[in-house]
């Protein structure tokens, strides 16, 4: 019997390793989970008759959970993609951005091309001298875009950046028809994604940068299927009084 249990050991781990290789990631993790899971239930009952199928089916379960325990531990079957995490870094940027000037984040419910909405309250006093919040009515549309600097052109005084045609076009029916300013931000990583945050004790740093565009009244639609590229001023430079800069701009 233990020859039994050896030479199931032994095909297991055959099979498992380059079944695990070739699919990678998440794949090959539930590809060993469940050989392995296999082998060590055939390894304890392989002596039990096969009449004892229900203490089978309680061992079987109870080496599962202990298997999926295990693995889901150590592997990245939730780890975000580098997409995501680029993505999540440009929104906490923008974020932290208009809070720290008193403006508002809004996640869009009904995209049409728009991911935040940003917006501030106006400070008014009753009747009774109190200071009261009400929503100023006012708001900028953000489109947010999320990239490395692999993948633009920069001049001493611009940079250029392929974006999708959907999406300018959608830039340039906001500006000629839409009832608040949608505008672009592109936020910049650097290439090397360990140089993309860093924390010491005094410091907590997103690095890179972020600019805004918004398509020149002469900009026309693009018939292009795929993408456009664009130049951005590097005077849009997307700093911490940004958002006023633009409320004032739009909202004069």
Sequence with gaps: MERFKSTIQGLALVITIPISVSFGGSNAVKISFAYFTILAWVSENATIPVQKSFLQALSFFRYSQFFFNFISFFSPLT?????????????????????????????????????????????????????????????????????????????????????????????????????????????????????????????????????????????????????IRITISKQNRFLRDTWPKLYEQFFK
């Design 79 to 227: 780890s975000m993609t580098e997409e995501q995490i680029k993505e999540a870094l440009s929104n906490n940027y923008i974020g932290t951005l208009a809070s720290v000037e008193g403006f508002k984040l809004t996640k869009a419910t009904d995209t049409g091309g728009v991911d935040y909405s940003v917006s501030r309250d106006l400070v008014v006093t009753n009747a009774f001298g109190e200071k009261r919040y009400i929503q100023a009515g006012n708001y900028i549309d953000i489109q947010l875009k999320s990239t490395t600097t692999k993948r633009i052109i920069e001049s001493v005084d611009t940079i250029q950046f392929d974006l999708e045609a959907k999406s300018y076009n959608d830039l340039i029916m906001r500006r000629d028809h839409g009832a608040a300013p949608l505008i672009l931000v592109v936020f910049i990583l650097p290439q090397a994604t360990h140089d993309w945050v860093e924390v010491d004790e005094m410091n907590l740093m997103l690095r890179h940068r972020a600019y805004w565009y918004r398509p020149a009244q002469e900009e026309r639609e693009t018939s292009n299927r795929s993408s």
